[in-house]
């Protein structure tokens, strides 16, 4: 055979892989829900589009109003930190695309390090009980010996934007859990300012919110169980231990993007949210202590560990438990779900392949090439519960 032959023949065969390689077609699908995923959807639907051709329309209402869009047939799909307590769907699958930490973002500017705060401290903050932060009890939780807690991490090559980016990212073992690195101890002794508290909170229907009011009742349970003794719900105000509307130092404000931006403009101000809020609007974060008495930062490894000693439910869900001791856990973490329609919903096939496929990208993909957004990737056997919630997807 000549040359030119050979040329030619690769050529074509180089052209057919790219072909079978890219959508049949380029479609779109809408979405809304958790304001909790906004940060990682937004940077991650351009890189979808970038690699299938597919659009994704996404709207941030807050996690109740992606329930209710979904359970309204006005979607495609949706996203929520929380699963429904009522007004299920005929047809509802739960899939477990990525996690993130809860942050306790704070205003500050006097205080130049990261404080400290147990689950006991947060809860009474959140409830009213303590007003200032040179309270006793915040000078407690920062004038003391701290554990703490680093991971094993590794570069990681992810492209991004058509260009190949190194990102540190966490090892984990054959389970999917982070290798912890070292443990240590440390003296710590803050000095907090004589200054008013200000709480900002969702006023949404808000699965951030029902999380965050899961970890106060349940990290609290037993002899601090009066510090929170309500049940969770999506309306933070419906789940405080006192009226929080009489108190003139509560906030409330509309999408954890507003909280966010509430205590960015309010010193003394505090909030809780997915970490890249904070990020994004400059806030420092508080060490949360755990159940095995470290304190932990808001990060994806310790997310990972916290979320790895919960339970998988049939549905996809996950079940934490605040009160197991788990080396290295961030205790205000959660997972998150896309709600998806099943085989049995009898949806439009083309878009069904879509959802399926920005699905798998959230599970896969978008945790792992935007790692500075604070999220984190799902891993062992909540992946494989993930997957095999996706396949259902047709």
């Known amino acids: 055979m000549k040359l030119g032959k050979k040329v030619a023949i690769v050529a074509i065969a180089a052209s057919s892989l790219i072909l079978s390689s890219s959508p049949a077609f380029a479609g779109q699908i809408n979405g809304s829900g958790a304001t909790f995923a906004q940060p990682l959807i937004d940077v991650c639907k351009v890189e979808f589009t970038k690699d299938t051709g597919h659009t994704i329309n996404y709207t941030a209402g807050g996690s109740g109003k992606g329930r ?7 979607v495609d799909f949706a996203a929520s930190d929380a699963v429904y307590t009522s007004g299920f769907p005929a047809h509802l699958e739960y899939a477990p695309v990525y996690a993130a930490p809860i942050a306790i973002m704070y205003n500050l500017p006097t205080v130049k390090e990261p404080i400290y705060l147990r689950a006991s401290t947060v809860a009474q903050i959140f409830s009213g009980y303590i007003t200032n932060w040179n309270d006793k009890i915040i000078a407690a939780d920062n004038e003391r010996v701290v554990k703490t807690v680093k991971f094993k991490t590794k570069k990681q090559v992810t492209k991004v934007g058509g260009k190949n980016v190194t990102k540190k990212v966490p090892v984990l073992d054959k389970n999917g859990k982070p290798k912890v690195k070292s443990t240590s101890e440390k003296r710590v002794n803050i000095d907090l300012p004589s ?31 009066r510090l929170w003794p309500k049940t969770a719900s999506g309306t933070f105000s419906n789940m405080t231990p006192n009226n929080i509307s ?24 505090i909030g809780y949210g997915e970490v890249s809020w904070a990020t994004s609007n400059k806030l420092a974060v508080a060490n949360i202590e755990n159940a095995a008495g470290e304190f932990i930062a808001p990060d994806a490894p310790g997310t990972s560990a916290f979320l790895g000693g919960g339970t998988i439910e049939a549905n996809g869900s996950l079940t934490a438990d605040y009160k197991k001791k788990i080396q290295g856990a961030y205790p205000i973490a959660t997972a998150s779900y896309g709600l998806v329609y099943p085989e049995s919903a009898k949806k439009d096939p083309e878009k069904q392949k879509i959802v399926a496929a920005w699905h798998t990208y959230l599970l896969e993909q978008c945790a792992k090439k935007f790692p500075e957004k604070g999220y984190a990737q799902i891993t062992g056997a909540l992946y494989d519960k993930a997957k095999s919630q996706i396949a259902k997807i047709k």
């Open 195 to 225: 200054q008013p508290i200000t709480v900002y909170y969702r006023t949404d229907s808000s699965g951030t919110s029902e999380q965050f009011g899961k970890f106060l009742k349940g990290a609290n349970a037993g002899e601090n169980s």
């Open 68 to 74: 209710t869009d979904f359970s309204k047939n006005l």
């Open 246 to 269: 009489t108190f003139f130092n509560f906030q409330g404000a509309n999408g954890s993007a507003l909280v966010a931006a509430g205590v960015a403009g309010k010193v003394g101000g």
